[in-house]
């Protein structure tokens, strides 16, 4: 089993135990705010879920119907989840209306904010690993899900603070406040794992610190050569995507030429680990005077 598959299958379980904490803790106080956190643990226990049917789609081998894999599997799952945050948001700000409207005493407060307090704990050490870890295996679906108990983190905070402040005062029309407040930040949220996810879908270019990483193994392990352009790179989880035309002079025979190929696709796979190359091999004719500077 996958150190990813590992870690979707914890993301699971921490989401129940989480999600029943802070049911608890809503059962205990009746506050509008605190079921708002719960209602969003809903939320990420289904998208542990379809994080974790992705990520085992997403390493299945390429077959004759997806010759390239089905690495974007992970991007169509952090793209769900970023709908699923937005409908939290809007289930919640419907509640904090209701409540608005009509605003009640808490009972036991501060029962509940310790019930609440242990999930939140819970889950910042959690959303910690996933960010970190998913990282480090190239998982959009795993960093998708750490961002999102991360937004969890930060407004069962603002719970916690607008709860006790609302107690503490006796304004407890601060309770579904907060809730709403919750809402916004939530949906915020939900639209930064979507537009992150969108630009795997649509095949954008790795970052500029890659690229210049991988502009810098080609000119220095391209020896033999004579130019290297036409260079595209795309990203589809774990795995990069580069291609690019490498001009050779044209004296030169197949096996001298095949031998700089091999020697380029070994020098990014150390760099890169998971990479495909695709190299076009193309006579000193075809030189552009452009693209990759080889030393």
């Known amino acids: 089993m996958s150190k990813t598959i590992q870690l979707a299958i914890g993301s699971l379980i921490v989401g129940i135990a989480v999600l029943g904490l802070k049911a608890l803790a809503y059962w205990i106080t009746g506050s509008v705010a605190l079921m708002s956190d719960a209602l969003e643990s809903t939320v990420n226990v289904a998208t542990a879920v379809v994080a974790l049917i992705a990520i085992r789609v997403a390493a299945m081998p390429a077959d004759a119907n997806h010759p390239y894999g089905h690495h974007k599997a992970e991007f169509f799952s952090a793209v769900l989840e970023g709908a699923m945050i937005i409908l939290a948001a809007v289930l919640i700000m419907i509640e904090a209306y209701k409540g608005f409207m009509a605003p009640r005493q808490l009972d036991a407060p ?4 310790l019930v609440n307090g242990g999930a939140t704990a819970i889950n910042g050490i959690w959303c910690f690993i996933l960010i970190t870890q998913g990282r480090r295996h190239k998982s959009p679906a795993l960093v998708a899900d750490g961002h999102h108990l991360l937004s969890d983190v930060v407004s069962s905070g603002g719970v916690a603070f607008g709860v006790l402040l609302a107690v503490v005062t006796g304004w407890f029309v601060l309770d579904p406040l907060l809730a709403g407040l919750v809402a916004l930040n939530i949906l915020w949220s939900g639209w930064k794992v979507v537009k992150s996810s969108l630009s795997g879908l649509l095949d954008e270019a790795v970052s500029d610190d890659v690229l210049a990483k991988i502009r810098e193994i080609l000119s220095n392990g391209a020896e033999g050569a004579l130019e290297i352009h036409e260079l595209k790179t ?9 291609e690019f035309h490498l001009v ?22 150390e760099e890169l680990a998971d990479v495909v190359t695709t190299i076009h091999i193309e006579p000193d004719n075809h030189a552009q005077h452009r693209g990759v500077l080889i030393v």
């Open 110 to 113: 501060l029962e509940g904010l």
């Open 234 to 242: 795309r990203h589809a989880g774990k795995m990069t995507f580069v």
């Open 248 to 269: 050779v002079p044209g004296t030169i025979s197949v096996t001298e030429a095949h031998a700089i190929c091999d020697r380029l696709e070994q020098a990014l796979k």
